[in-house]
């Protein structure tokens, strides 16, 4: 199934018990409103087909895994409203994934900023290559990772997670991630992330998907509030993206692409 959003994607292939979800987007795999839509729709019909044991999230490309929000869409902003519309669709997706009764293995081949890292923190399993280093790049720019946040810190902790919030500029490399347990395997190359990922699909479509189902229940406790939670976080960014820090500083970044 591939459902075209301008000129980005999100298809879904089903083989051997194994959904993988893949989006693009031109602009270094960034993330329009249609497309994180398009993927939270992805995983829940994933999640509720029966012959689906296991999903893999990815992007296309051989250099950025994802960009995170798109700058073309934060700049068309017109008000609090327009705002908490944009950021619900990353509450959207993360909830979907949260939810999910399928484990989400996420395949990270290069670079991850932002909401990119909310993918991949949403995820249950993440795979990454070497070159998969990570930024969480919106207090730079006038607001803040309040969306992923939750995500973010549920999976490497406050520590970790402040410091790549306070420092917005500076790359993580992925050995930093992996030892923070935001990866959880790192790969020299590609074909060793994919054979990683192979091997352990293959496990998991032969194991209980009750047993499955269970586990990923108890491993998301405590976040059961994330519905409204995340809205409530996505109305704060949807305020400060109107501001004046927010506002020039989104043109800059689109004036230097």
């Not at 519309?85 to 670079?111: D, L, Y």
């Not at 790969?187 to 194991?207: N, P, Q, R, V, Y």
């Amino acid at each position: 199934m591939l459902r075209e959003i301008s000129s980005g994607y999100v298809k879904s292939e089903f083989h051997q018990g194994v959904t993988t979800i893949e989006f693009f987007h031109p602009q270094s795999n960034s993330l329009p409103l249609k497309i994180l839509d398009e993927l939270a729709q992805g995983i829940h019909r994933a999640g509720n087909d029966d012959e689906t044991r296991l999903i893999v999230l990815q992007s296309a490309g051989d250099k950025i895994f994802c960009a995170g929000a798109s700058f073309d869409e934060l700049a068309s902003i017109q008000n609090a409203e327009q705002g908490m519309q944009f950021f619900s669709g990353f509450a959207h997706v993360i909830n979907a994934m949260r939810i999910c009764p399928k484990f989400i293995i996420a395949r990270v081949h290069g670079k991850c900023v932002g909401g990119g890292v909310g993918l991949v923190a949403a995820s249950d399993y993440a795979i990454a290559t070497e070159h998969a280093e990570i930024r969480l790049s919106e207090l730079s720019i006038g607001i803040g990772p309040f969306v992923i946040g939750p995500a973010v810190e549920r999976k490497i902790g406050t520590s970790a997670f402040s410091q790549l919030t306070i420092d917005a500029g500076m790359w993580r490399n992925a050995q930093w991630a992996g030892r923070k347990g935001l990866f959880s395997e790192v790969h020299a190359t590609a074909e060793g992330m994919d054979e990683s990922i192979s091997k352990l699909a293959h496990t998991l479509i032969h194991s209980s998907p009750q047993a499955m189902a269970e586990i990923k229940k108890i491993l998301w406790s405590g976040a059961e509030n994330w519905d409204h939670l995340l809205r409530e976080r996505a109305a704060i960014s949807g305020k400060l993206v109107l501001g004046s820090f927010a506002r020039e500083a989104i043109e800059k970044f689109k004036a230097k692409k």
